[in-house]
């Protein structure tokens, strides 16, 4: 299985390469496309000829990046064992058999094949900044996860074959690029590793970015502390820049009522971006609609703020409390009492499943504060 965006020079030869690696395995080549140049074209072109089966899966409207389509391609697969890479031929296919023999020899759900284990090397990574970037990102993984991903020394490798079986489908929300770091973080595993080397990308560009380490940053943190922590990061910047606008504000002589007003309207339409964005963007389909959202979270932080606020002013005014204190102390309090509302009110689905209110209340609080993490 291949997920591929913009991939249309790689797609012959990674072909060829795979049908030569594989003469004895019965295997077709799953391409799962979001490209936006003529790699579908191209896949097509190659399919035609091929000594393979090759699919392509188009996707014209992709969601979840990289690890929706190694999803996606899960589901359509003949076989239960699938095998994941790259389409760029930085993985290369002629490890497939060895990743294959150790998965029949059985014991294990999922063969990583590994730049950090053995004999293997990520000489193919484009400078010295981005190997070092990708050991750091390693190491912190692996830190957070020290159960699920023991004796895994590269959790973040795009090549692996896996049980398909073994994988539970309805807790993945992949997003981003780094699949196995979701199959391997959501349900306990039997991994095993071979080395192979990182070679450099055969056509093409590279497509890491800033945005895809946001990416990593965001799925790391939804996966070891679930959503309330994710709110909790989106209200500390929220919280961090309110009390940087109070103080600006007040320091340019504007009154403290005031300044906690304006600070509050603006870091209030931000967290709703932000949260849409990072913290329930996987709930939103069964929502209400954007702008009903938006009303709903608008309406509840300005009646919440309309309360916060006179208690900011009784701190400030009847127990002396500085101003930048008495708005971070009440804050803290207005966390837990939004992510309740969010998380039971504005990201609600429009249908409730459980027959119990009460009991849909409890059971989504609960899976929404403390899902998933690690146990």
């Not at 391409?31 to 393979?52: G, Y």
């Not at 969010?342 to 929404?368: F, I, T």
Request: charged residues 20%; proline residues 5%.
């Amino acid at each position: 299985m291949v997920p591929t965006y913009n991939e249309a020079p790689n797609i012959a030869e990674l072909v060829r390469r795979i049908t030569a690696a594989v003469p004895s395995i019965d295997a077709e080549i799953i391409f799962v496309d979001d490209s936006k140049d003529d790699t579908p074209r191209v896949i097509e072109e190659v399919a035609r000829t091929a000594q393979l089966p090759v699919r392509l899966i188009h996707r014209d409207k992709p969601t979840g990046g990289l690890g929706g389509a190694v999803v996606e391609g899960f589901g359509s697969a003949e076989s239960d064992l699938c095998l994941v890479m790259d389409g760029d031929l930085q993985h290369p296919p002629e490890k497939i058999p060895e990743m294959y023999a150790r998965m029949l020899h059985g014991g294990v759900d999922v063969v990583v094949a590994s730049r950090y284990s053995g004999e293997g090397s990520a000489s193919g990574l484009a400078d010295r900044t981005r190997v070092l970037v990708s050991k750091a990102s390693t190491a912190v993984t692996r830190a957070m996860f020290p159960i699920r991903l023991r004796g895994v020394t590269d959790p973040m490798t795009g090549f692996f074959l896996v049980d398909r079986r073994a994988v539970d489908h309805e807790t993945l929300q992949p997003r981003g690029f780094k699949i196995l770091l979701e199959i391997l973080a959501r349900r306990v595993l039997r991994p095993v590793e071979v080395p192979f080397d990182f070679a450099d990308r055969f056509a093409g560009e590279s497509k890491a970015s800033f945005r895809q380490g946001m990416h990593f940053l965001t799925q790391l943190t939804a996966l070891r502390f679930g959503k309330m922590s994710l709110f909790a990061i989106v209200g500390g910047l929220g919280a961090l820049a309110n009390i940087l606008i109070v103080w600006a504000l007040t320091a340019m002589g504007v009154n403290y009522i005031v300044a906690a007003v304006i600070a509050a309207e603006v870091t209030i339409i931000a967290n709703f971006i932000l949260i849409e964005r990072f913290v329930f963007f996987d709930m939103r389909d069964q929502a209400s609609g954007m702008w009903m959202r938006f009303a709903k979270s608008f309406s509840f932080n300005n009646a919440e703020a309309l309360i916060r606020i006179p208690v900011v002013a009784l701190l400030v005014s009847g127990w002396h409390f500085s101003a930048v204190i008495a708005t971070a102390l009440t804050l803290i309090v207005a966390f837990f009492v939004r992510f309740l509302f969010h998380s039971l009110v504005v990201y609600a689905p429009q249908r409730a499943e459980a027959p119990s209110r009460a009991s849909r209340l409890v059971n989504e609080l609960d899976r929404q504060a403390v899902a998933p993490g690690e146990l």
